[in-house]
C-alpha cells in the first residue's frame, strides 16, 4: 500500500540553525501539506502545496518557513533559524485531487529537537 | 472563529465495553469531517470522512456519524489494539482542516 515517508525521523539542532525536513508524498497525489504538532498539544496546520506554489498558510508559517519540491518526488520543509519553540513533530500529508473524499494520508512524522 | 472541541479528553473502558466519543464544532461551510486514530509517536491514520448530517460510516469496531453540530464516534467491544488518540477535524470553507485536541482512549485487558 502507496504511503507518505519523512527523513530523518529525528532531527536536532541548536537554536539558530538551519533544519530542512524531507517528505515523499504518494505518488499520483497533487495536494501537500505540512502540519506540527507540539508535545501534548493539537495538530497545527501550517501549509498547502499545489501546483508548485502554496496555496493556503497558517500565521505560524512565517518568513522563516519554506516549502519546496525540488524534483518530481521530495518535498521539503525549511527551517531558516529554528528557535526552542520550533521543538515539534512535524508531519507531511498528501492528498489526491481527484479523489471523492479528499483525505489526506500522514507520514511517520519528524521530531525536532531544538536546544 | 472555527472550532472543534471533542470530549471526553481520556477515556478508559474494559475490553468489550462499549463507548462512543464527541465532537462537536464550529464552522464556516464544513466540507468534511475527518476522524484519524493515531498511535504514540505516530503520524495520524485516517479512519472515516463524513460529509453531510445524517451520514454514517463503519469500519471493523468504529462507526462514526454526523449531525448538524457533532460527530460521534461509536466503538462496539473494544479490544486492548483499538487503544490510541482518536482526534478529529472538519475542513472549512477555505479547505483548511481544523483539528480538535483528540481522546485519548485506553481499553484494558
Known amino acids: 500500500e502507496p504511503e507518505v515517508t519523512q527523513t530523518p525521523s529525528h532531527q536536532v539542532t541548536q537554536m539558530g540553525q538551519e533544519v530542512i525536513l524531507r517528505c515523499v508524498p504518494i505518488s499520483n497525489h497533487l495536494y501537500f501539506y505540512w502540519y506540527r504538532q507540539i508535545l501534548g498539544q493539537k495538530v497545527e496546520f501550517l501549509v498547502s502545496f499545489y501546483n508548485n506554489e502554496i496555496s493556503e498558510k497558517s500565521e505560524i508559517f512565517d518568513d522563516q518557513f519554506s516549502v519546496e519540491r525540488p524534483d518530481g518526488s521530495n518535498f521539503t520543509l525549511k527551517i531558516r533559524s529554528t528557535k526552542l519553540e520550533d521543538s515539534a513533530m512535524y508531519f507531511c500529508?498528501?492528498?489526491?485531487?481527484?479523489?471523492?473524499?479528499?483525505?489526506?494520508?500522514f507520514g511517520p512524522g519528524t521530531r525536532l529537537t531544538v536546544t | 472563529e472555527d472550532q472543534v472541541t471533542q470530549s471526553p479528553e481520556a477515556l478508559r473502558l474494559q475490553e468489550g465495553e462499549s463507548s462512543s466519543l464527541n465532537c462537536s464544532y464550529t464552522v464556516s461551510g464544513l466540507r468534511g469531517l475527518f476522524w484519524y486514530r493515531q498511535d504514540p509517536g505516530k503520524g495520524p491514520e485516517f479512519l472515516f470522512t463524513l460529509y453531510s448530517a445524517g451520514e454514517e460510516k463503519e469500519k471493523e469496531r468504529l462507526k462514526a456519524t454526523l449531525t448538524k453540530k457533532e460527530s460521534f464516534l461509536h466503538i462496539t467491544a473494544p479490544k486492548p489494539e483499538d487503544s490510541a488518540t482518536y482526534l478529529c477535524a472538519v475542513r472549512n470553507s477555505n479547505y483548511q482542516l481544523i483539528w480538535g485536541a483528540g481522546t485519548k482512549l485506553i481499553i484494558k485487558p
Open positions: 500529508a498528501s492528498s489526491d485531487l481527484l479523489a471523492e473524499t479528499y483525505e489526506q494520508y
